[in-house]
Each structure stands twice: as C-alpha cells, then as structure tokens.
C-alpha cells in the first residue's frame, strides 16, 4: 500500500503542477499587457516590466492553487479510471476510506505548501514588485485623501492608561518606506491639544521609532490670563532630528503598499491589534487574516471533491467532461470565496464564519458525492 501511496501522489502532484504552470504562464501573459501602456513612462523599461511579473507569481501561486489543486487531482484520477488502474486499486483492497486518507494526506503537505508560500514569499516578492514600479516610475504610495494619509495613534503608558492621543498625516510614503511632509497632532486623554510636530522627512529607526528630519514642534500651554480666562500659548522650536517613539513601524505602514489579501498573516495580526488600540474598525483586516488560516486547507477540500471522479467510469463521461466539469467547480468555489468575504463585510458577520463558508459548502458537497457514487457502484 505504500507503493501504490506514493504512486498516486507522484501522478496528482506532477498533473497539479503542469495544471498550475499553465494557470500561471496564462495570467503571467494577462498580467505583461496590462503593463505594456507604462513602458516607457519616465524610467519604466521592458526589464521592470518583466521582473514586476516575475515578483507577481508567487501570489498567483498562492490565489490558483485550489483551482489548479481540483484540476490536476480530477485529471489524475479520471486517467486512473480511463486505464482501468482505479478499479484494480479497488479490488486490491483500496477502500474509499483509505482512498479519502491518501489525497487528505497529500493534501495537507500541499496546503502546507501553499500555508508558507503565502506567508512567507508571496507578500515579500510583492512588497519588492511595489518598490520596483514605484521607484521606476518615480511614484509614491497613493494618499486616501487630497490632503495625505491620515491615521491614528495611541501612546500609552505600562499600565495600558491612555496618555496622549496622535493623529497623523503623511503627504507620501516612498518605496523605501521613508516618509515626506509628516504632521503629527498630539493631544491629551481629554483631547485637548498639546503639540503640532511637522517635519519634511522621517526614517525608521527599530531600535527607537521613526526619527523626524528637519522638524519644526509647536508646544500649547494653558496660560492664565485672568482670574477666569486661560489661553494657550504657543511655543516653536526647530530641530535638525526628532526621535518620535511609537508602535507605528514599516510594516503596520505596509498595509498602504499591499492590499490586505497580500499581506503576511503577521503584519495583518500587527495591523488589526494597532486598529483595536485606536479603537477603529477592524472586519475587513480579520476576514483577510482568518481568510489566511483557511484559504490553504481549500487545497484539501479540492482533493477530496476531486475524489468521486475517480470512481466514474469512462462511460459516464469522458476525461474532457470531468476536467471541464472541475474547472466549473474551481471557478466556482474562487466566486463563492471572494462573494462571502464582502457578503461577510457587508452584513458585519463574523470572520471566521465569513470565510469558511466556501470551502464548508465545498466539503459537504464532496462528501456527499462520495457517498453517491458509493451507492452508483
């Protein structure tokens, strides 16, 4: 049985991979034209075009495999049904059970696979894919509004006790992650205003937050003026460097750079608990995170909807019927999957429900077609 065990899996995971090469050679040709109109444009050249779709790969890895998962599986089998090599695994004792175990293995060292492409490779190659368009066509990270991005931070003390309130503005965050025209408004507990920091430029430093370059810090005093009038009195330095401590990093920022899908699951954690701290809603960052701790075990729902092919017979269709019949499964579980995650935001479900809607459907479907060609032999 260990022989037939690595049999089966050399034949699916060789048919998964021709099924995710051409996946990928597809979108990678969809992906050249869409950037042919800026070749050309200020330092743009063909070569960045090139590696800018190079870099792409790794998320289209992660987003087709399912797809190309239930494909190639389907494909396998359906020849091991076409050669008669499915009914002779049968009648030397493969039960479906023991069917269902051997692709439910395989399918989790690909979901594994998969799990670890799109935490670890995926948003770095997509982070240096943004550096690279952006550097070469002399651009920065797009603002939310005419005025910058603006975000909200929180410094608190070891207690946890709220001691000043920061909202940020920043004009252009660069591909290096350095910033450019940053206003910072600091206010106490009460919201009261403390201090306007403005500086042309700011570079991270790990060891002690970002560091204000050519800053100029306006300090609010009350001052009484009489017996029961107070007013606030402006004081103004300049500063060459300004270290301005807080939780604020690169890769909190880096959500400006990826959309949330492509982020890593752990600058997602960082993101959704810096938006808790600031009390500011979080539902679409939590579906993007709990999309990531479920979006690789689709893999093995896939393979296991893959498995009732195998036991259909040539005669109840041919290898063209059952392909074209997983590609319409696979394009429909991808719809499924993006349609719940905004159904999920939409109506403030929880995330977790959100999104393992699809691939529960997915698996209730497989398990039930398992059970009719159970009863079909």
Same mark, same amino acid.
């Given at each position: 049985?260990?022989?037939?065990?690595?049999?089966?899996?050399?034949?699916?995971?060789?048919?998964?991979?021709?099924?995710?090469?051409?996946?990928?050679?597809?979108?990678?040709?969809?992906?050249?034209? +869409?950037?042919?109109?800026?070749?050309?444009?200020?330092?743009?050249?063909?070569?960045?075009?090139?590696?800018y779709v190079l870099l792409g790969l790794p998320s289209r890895v992660y987003e087709l495999a399912p797809i190309a998962t239930l494909i190639g599986t389907i494909y396998a089998l359906s020849q091991f049904a076409a050669h008669s090599e499915f009914t002779a695994m049968r009648a030397a004792g493969m039960s479906r059970r023991r069917?269902?175990?051997?692709?439910?293995?395989?399918?989790? *060292?690909?979901?594994?696979?998969?799990?670890?492409?799109?935490?670890?490779?995926?948003?770095?190659?997509?982070?240096?894919?943004? +550096?690279?368009?952006?550097?070469?066509?002399a651009s920065t990270v797009g603002a939310q509004f005419r005025s910058g991005l603006w975000i909200k931070d929180t410094l608190k003390d070891a207690d946890g006790a709220v001691i000043?309130?920061?909202?940020?503005?920043?004009?252009e965050m660069r591909p290096d992650t350095t910033l450019r025209a940053v206003r910072v408004f600091e206010f106490d507990s009460q919201y009261r205003l403390e201090a306007l920091i403005e500086a042309a430029n700011a570079r991270f430093n790990p060891s002690g937050g970002w560091v204000f370059l050519d800053a100029e810090v306006a300090r609010f005093t009350a001052q009484a003026v009489a017996?029961?009038?107070?007013?606030?009195?402006?004081?103004?330095?300049?500063?060459?460097?300004?270290? *301005?401590?807080?939780?604020?990093?690169?890769?909190?920022?880096?959500?400006?750079?990826?959309?949330?899908?492509?982020?890593?699951? *752990?600058?997602?954690?960082?993101?959704?608990?810096?938006?808790r701290d600031n009390r500011q809603r979080t539902d679409r960052y939590e579906i993007a995170l709990w999309k990531k701790a479920v979006y690789p075990l689709a893999v093995v729902v896939m393979m296991a909807l893959a498995l009732p092919f195998g036991y259909l017979q040539?005669?109840?269709?041919?290898?063209?019927?059952?392909?074209?019949?997983?590609?319409?499964?696979?394009?429909?579980?991808?719809?499924? +999957?993006?349609?719940?995650?905004?159904?999920?935001?939409?109506?403030?479900?929880?995330?977790?429900?959100?999104?393992?809607?699809?691939?529960?459907?997915?698996?209730?479907?497989?398990?039930?077609?398992?059970? *009719?060609?159970?009863?079909?032999?």
């Open positions: 049985m260990s022989l037939l065990r690595r049999y089966v899996a050399r034949e699916i995971v060789g048919s998964v991979s021709f099924v995710l090469a051409g996946f990928l050679a597809l979108f990678a040709f969809f992906d050249f034209v +869409n950037e042919l109109d800026d070749i050309g444009q200020a330092g743009y050249r063909l070569q960045h075009a090139v590696l069917a269902l175990t051997i692709v439910g293995t395989l399918g989790l *060292w690909m979901a594994l696979v998969t799990a670890l492409t799109g935490e670890l490779l995926a948003p770095v190659a997509d982070r240096l894919a943004s +550096n690279l368009r952006m550097s070469t066509l000043k309130l920061r909202f940020v503005n920043v004009a017996d029961t009038t107070t007013a606030l009195r402006a004081v103004r330095t300049r500063q060459a460097e300004l270290a *301005w401590p807080s939780d604020l990093t690169p890769d909190i920022l880096g959500v400006l750079v990826l959309v949330p899908e492509r982020m890593s699951a *752990w600058s997602l954690l960082q993101y959704v608990q810096h938006l040539v005669r109840a269709g041919g290898i063209g019927y059952k392909v074209f019949a997983g590609i319409m499964l696979g394009v429909g579980f991808h719809f499924l +999957n993006g349609l719940f995650s905004h159904l999920g935001l939409l109506n403030t479900w929880p995330p977790w429900l959100a999104t393992s809607i699809p691939s529960l459907a997915a698996l209730l479907l497989a398990m039930g077609m398992l059970a *009719w060609v159970d009863r079909a032999r």
